[in-house]
């Protein structure tokens, strides 16, 4: 007999599976892959079986990890909202997937499936509901989305990662408080002056500013930090290291060297625990991830959570986050920083 997180498989029979379900965002599918990471060290015989999209971004994070033995991208467009035209293609996609998602669930016979959120998680676990496996949902934001509220319904239980989360949840629902899965461990901890020595940062730097848009960029940071660039007076004694995401980093990369500013300019790095232990103050958006590995690396952070018309969830992370830790974090509205700036300018430095 194998025990895979309290459950127990025979091994003459199945094999032991975990399944995982997220999709259309890096701060979905890099949690899960941590998380299915660490149950592969309890268990090396552990095998994985993966479903997410099938979007560039998904496939991408996936592929690069060898040890996701089955990955299952699946096909289901965005959610048509008010679109109705839409709707029909929507709601065969949808049946498509709940079909794929049962006939592998049926094959492997997976210990649980864990949901990360995302829309895709709904198809995927009520298959698995319908098969009759656990299922576990992680809700790594302060207020869940639709799919985990509906899925947290068919849960053995959801892990929080921020107390307040559970006054958003049905009541019927089981929970409990988790730990964020984070990708880094104490020995990705190193002083600065070794980390800077590593990226290549020349001594004479009195400041290292660390700016991270994201998995995907943003466009609205990158602009805000070339304004900032053209009002200070002190950044020749700065250096910054710049995560822009794909379209603009050949454009702000020509902008430091324009102005004479040493800098990394990147859209993704596999060791930017380094550019955390790097850096006296941080940039960035409000993503749970981001969040959390900034309280690990205990760095001051200058935060501009994302708000869109559809979403406000990182406003929801960032003020959660700055109560509990006030000497870190202080959270700027985008609205407010686009009308006036200064404020923003003068606590960067």
Request: charged share 20%; with cysteine.
């Given at each position: ?11 003459q029979k199945i094999e032991p599976f975990i399944c995982y379900v997220a999709g259309k965002s890096g701060g979905h599918i890099i ?38 033995t089955v990955y299952k991208p699946l096909e289901l467009g965005n959610i048509p909202r008010k679109n109705i035209f839409a709707w ?262």
């Amino acid at each position: 007999m194998v025990s895979v997180s309290g459950m127990k498989l025979d091994n003459q029979k199945i094999e032991p599976f975990i399944c995982y379900v997220a999709g259309k965002s890096g701060g979905h599918i890099i949690p899960a892959l941590t998380h299915a990471q660490n149950e592969k060290r309890k268990n090396k015989a552990l095998k994985v079986l993966f479903f997410s999209t099938n979007s560039a971004l998904d496939r991408s994070l996936l592929d690069a990890h060898k040890d996701i033995t089955v990955y299952k991208p699946l096909e289901l467009g965005n959610i048509p909202r008010k679109n109705i035209f839409a709707w029909p293609k929507f709601m065969m996609q949808l049946m498509m997937v709940v079909w794929q998602s049962f006939s592998l669930l049926k094959k492997h016979k997976p210990a649980k499936v864990v949901s990360m959120g995302g829309y895709i998680s709904v198809p995927v676990c009520l298959a698995a509901r319908v098969l009759g496996i656990p299922i576990e949902v992680y809700e790594l934001n302060v207020v869940p989305g639709v799919a985990v509220k509906l899925v947290s319904k068919w849960a053995q239980v959801t892990h929080l990662c921020f107390a307040q989360t559970k006054h958003f949840l049905p009541a019927s629902a089981p929970w409990k408080l988790a730990a964020y899965p984070l990708r880094y461990t104490d020995e990705d901890r190193c002083e600065v002056w070794q980390a800077r020595k590593k990226l290549g940062i020349p001594g004479e730097h009195t400041k290292v500013i660390l700016v991270l848009g994201g998995s995907q960029g943003s466009r609205f940071i990158n602009e805000l930090m070339q304004n900032y660039v053209l009002k200070t007076k002190h950044y020749a004694d700065y250096y910054i290291i710049h995560q822009t995401g794909a379209a603009d980093v050949e454009s702000v990369r020509a902008f430091y060297v324009r102005h004479g500013i040493t800098a990394l300019v990147f859209a993704y790095r596999p060791d930017i625990h380094l550019c955390y232990a790097a850096a006296d103050i941080v940039v960035a958006r409000a993503g749970a991830g981001t969040l959390f590995e900034l309280l690990f690396f205990h760095k001051p952070s200058l935060i501009i959570p994302l708000e869109t018309a559809t979403t406000d969830h990182q406003k929801d992370n960032a003020l959660s986050m700055q109560s509990e830790n006030p000497e870190l974090f202080v959270v700027f509205l985008q609205a407010d920083v686009e009308k006036s700036p200064r404020d923003f300018f003068d606590c960067l430095g």
